[in-house]
């Protein structure tokens, strides 16, 4: 079984300000992590994924996320949002034979200027 | 490389009624996975076609059903619908190699929004 569990529904940040969007995961094997944005109406982007190389994974538009195996968590960071950051943010975990993809429910960043 | 494509961008259908979603994977993909999005809330999975045969289902009535295509190509039909069934439908594409379990990542369609009325 696998889950995924995002804390914070909507988190606003000022512009410049670090980013912060936490994950935590439950999987019985090894995992494969990921972060996905999504723009409104619109589908969803890559921003990084973690398939059990290095823990610090350098994605996208100057995000990072690190993998703490300890705390169970794949945290989401930028040093300093943009206006155009704005968006809804999903974690997603996949440790199934196939390439089932379980979805957190997201975080919605608000970036005030 | 062509990204995924789906269509038709936007349907307004009655309860009742059924209706068919299609997707076009990226070049070189096999694999293509549906999701549910309902508003508010993260994709739900709903099923995934490899080599032309449904490859793992997530919790959802057989009056959702799929098929792929020789071209890798997919579509999903939903039978007697309810309102319920208003919703963000995604299609994602990935490669899956022999051998079993894929580092490969989905890339997303755009998605279909279907209201039902």
């Known amino acids: 079984a696998q889950s995924v569990t995002q804390l914070g529904s909507h988190v606003s940040v000022s512009e410049g300000a670090l980013v912060l969007l936490r994950c935590n995961y439950s999987s019985s094997v090894p995992p494969y992590l990921f972060w996905y944005v999504q723009y409104p109406n619109q589908g969803l982007q890559l921003l990084l994924k973690y398939t059990s190389a290095a823990t610090l994974v350098k994605g996208i538009n100057g995000f990072e996320a690190e993998f703490k195996k300890s705390e169970t968590s794949f945290h989401l960071t930028k040093p300093s949002a943009h206006m155009s950051d704005a968006a809804e943010y999903f974690c997603a975990v996949n440790s199934g034979g196939y390439q089932k993809v379980t979805f957190g429910t997201g975080t919605k960043l608000q970036v005030i200027p | 490389e062509t990204g995924v494509t789906q269509s038709p961008t936007h349907l307004i259908k009655t309860r009742g009624q059924q209706v068919t979603l299609r997707c076009s994977s990226q070049s070189g993909h096999n694999t293509v996975s549906w999701y549910q999005q309902a508003l508010g809330q993260g994709p739900q999975f709903i099923f995934q076609y490899y080599r032309e045969e449904e490859n793992g289902r997530g919790n959802f009535p057989p009056r959702f059903s799929g098929l792929q295509f020789p071209n890798y190509s997919s579509e999903l039909n939903v039978n007697a619908l309810e309102l319920d069934d208003s919703a963000l439908y995604l299609c994602?594409?990935?490669?899956?190699?022999?051998?079993?379990?894929?580092?490969?990542?989905?890339?997303f369609g755009p998605g279909t929004r279907l209201t039902v009325l």
């Open positions: 994602a594409s990935s490669l899956r190699l022999a051998g079993g379990r894929s580092t490969d990542t989905q890339y």
